[in-house]
């Protein structure tokens, strides 16, 4: 490994992150052409269907791939899908060497690309900055890798680990930056899970309106609602959404009518945990990038149930006294030894506020 290939792959990851509101479901990726010590060509992978980054940064060669070494941050695929292999115009184009970040987890590619060229005779490198390669990905390895959605949940709290007063009020503890900073967040997501109980205490919009994002992203991401004791009604604002999809977790149906993006999943028992069932459910659908956006109880529900993989906190500096509502609701810990770790990923200040990034 050297420093020039570290250098050419984290400039793949930077080129990569370009696609982090268009691509889902497809993984994000960055290729940079490298001939002589200088770069020839990029390209990223902006949306399904598209081509592909290798595909990109090739046609921008014009020509003189030939001898070359294309950086790539996911392993290149050999499988014809929407685009065509990208191996088979990488051995075409005579690329001499190709150096990859980390292979790709999906089975249709998982090594196989890697076969493909060094029989072609071309020198393949991988393993270039793993851990930042993965992490860029992290949804769509953990996908692969697990087969379960991978889910992530935000909450906003103030200094003493509270996310309301005791009379449910929450509007607002965290500034006016984070809440803009939320708007990101659930940009790069699939879909947005929440609870009527959320639903009926504040009736929020979840979607995406910063003015900054709109015209970046497809579509609003997918809305699902876990409502099993069936309680709503279309007066709420999150049904005046009519362009995305909305998924409505009942155990027993509804009598009233909803618009017709809205789809009532029932049959979703309350006698037992209901969450791997549900996400199983959205999985089913397409998703595997779940920000879920509820209160304490679900949290802590998610915890116990080793469903939760990064939990995304927007901490606030104020005090709102004992009496006001806790971020969990996990029975008091006697022992050390039995208390619930997580892993500190980073810490971002916004404004007056920290965003702290934490997973298992």
Avoid at 27 to 40: C, F, R, T, Y
Avoid at 146 to 156: A, C, Q, R, S, Y
Avoid at 323 to 339: G, H, M, Q, R
Wanted: net charge positive; proline share 5%; charged share 25%.
């Amino acid at each position: 490994m050297s420093n020039r290939d570290i250098f050419f792959i984290n400039e793949t990851l930077k080129i990569a992150s370009q696609g982090k509101y268009t691509v889902y479901p497809n993984p994000m990726v960055g290729a940079i052409l490298v001939k002589n010590n200088e770069i020839i060509a990029k390209g990223y992978h902006k949306n399904p269907g598209s081509p592909h980054a290798e595909a990109i940064a090739i046609k921008n060669a014009k020509g003189k791939a030939s001898g070359a070494t294309l950086y790539v941050n996911l392993e290149p695929c050999c499988h014809f899908g929407k685009t065509p292999p990208c191996i088979d115009l990488i051995i075409k184009s005579k690329i001499k060497r190709v150096v990859i970040g980390h292979f790709d987890p999906n089975p249709l590619v998982n090594k196989k690309s890697i076969r493909l060229m060094r029989k072609a005779n071309i020198d393949v490198q991988c393993g270039i900055l793993k851990e930042e390669c993965i992490d860029l990905n992290k949804e769509f390895y953990h996908h692969h890798l697990t087969n379960l959605p991978f889910i992530t949940v935000k909450m906003g709290l103030s200094l003493d680990g509270k996310v309301a007063l005791s009379n449910g009020d929450s509007k607002w503890i965290t500034s006016s930056i984070s809440r803009e900073d939320v708007q990101h967040e659930r940009a790069k997501s699939s879909i947005i899970l929440t609870t009527s109980k959320t639903v009926l205490a504040d009736n929020p919009r979840m979607n995406i309106r910063s003015a900054s994002l709109v015209n970046k992203i497809p579509k609003q991401p997918d809305l699902a609602v876990i409502d099993l004791k069936s309680r709503l009604s279309d007066q709420y604002k999150i049904f005046k959404q009519k362009k995305r999809n909305i998924y409505l977790f009942s155990a027993s149906g509804y009598k009233k009518n909803f618009p017709p993006n809205v789809e009532i999943i029932r049959n979703i028992s309350d006698k037992r945990n209901p969450m791997i069932d549900i996400l199983q459910e959205l999985k089913r659908r397409g998703h595997y990038k779940i920000f879920i956006e509820s209160g304490p109880t679900m949290f802590s529900n998610l915890i116990k149930s080793s469903l939760l993989d990064e939990l995304l906190l927007y901490v606030s500096p104020k005090i709102l006294g004992h009496t006001a509502k806790s971020i969990t609701t996990i029975n008091s810990i006697k022992k050390l030894s039995e208390k619930i770790n997580f892993n500190l990923h980073d810490i971002i200040r916004l404004g007056n506020d920290i965003k702290i990034r934490l997973g298992k």
